[in-house]
């Protein structure tokens, strides 16, 4: 996936300026897809130039003018021909996974420390998005499509946290004893 395809679902589900992205890319979208600020200004400059968007200049009082980038038809037809596409197999790259796999190699207690940090990183992470899955869908049943879609992926990234949590807890209580 590239982040323009990021910004096509997220412009689909709402158009927004830049800084409006950037935000939403914190509190959501960033959580499995990451970019910076400059990031999104540059591929939105980009897809306004290819065309995928369109943008409307919104005059603020006493700041710069506001840029609302909304998807085009050819940014539609694009989003919805990548959709459409085959999905790889999602490759699982994970620098955690070659540190337990060579802790015998190296200072294992260092190592078991930093993996409780870790393990108290996904359980904060978890915690936050449980509380968005309170106050943001607190009637799964009575979402419309896109939201669903949207507490799918979230439900998702809660499984995700609930795995690295089980994994690493796994790996510490297998380690307890040395």
Do not use: C, N
Not at 78 to 105: H, I, K
């Amino acid at each position: 996936m590239a982040l323009e395809h990021a910004l096509l679902v997220a412009l689909s589900e709402r158009p927004a300026s830049g800084l409006e992205l950037t935000r939403r890319f914190e509190r959501s979208l960033g959580f499995f897809w990451h970019a910076t600020h400059q990031q999104i200004y540059r591929v939105l400059a980009r897809m306004e130039a290819d065309g995928w968007v369109t943008v409307e200049v919104v005059t603020q009082e006493g700041r710069p003018d506001k840029r609302v980038h909304t998807p085009s038809e050819t940014g539609r037809r694009v989003l919805a021909d990548w959709l459409a596409e085959p999905m790889p197999v999602e490759a699982f790259r994970s620098d955690l996974a070659v540190r337990l796999r060579g802790a015998s190699y190296g200072d294992r207690a260092r190592l078991l420390d930093h993996l409780a940090d870790t393990r108290a990183d996904h359980a904060l992470r978890l915690a936050a998005y449980e509380q968005m899955e309170r106050t943001q869908f607190p009637d799964p049943g009575s979402l419309d499509d896109a939201g669903r879609d949207q507490w799918l992926v979230l439900r998702g990234g809660i499984r995700l946290e609930r795995f690295w949590i089980d994994w690493i807890t796994e790996y510490l209580q297998a380690h307890a004893k040395d």
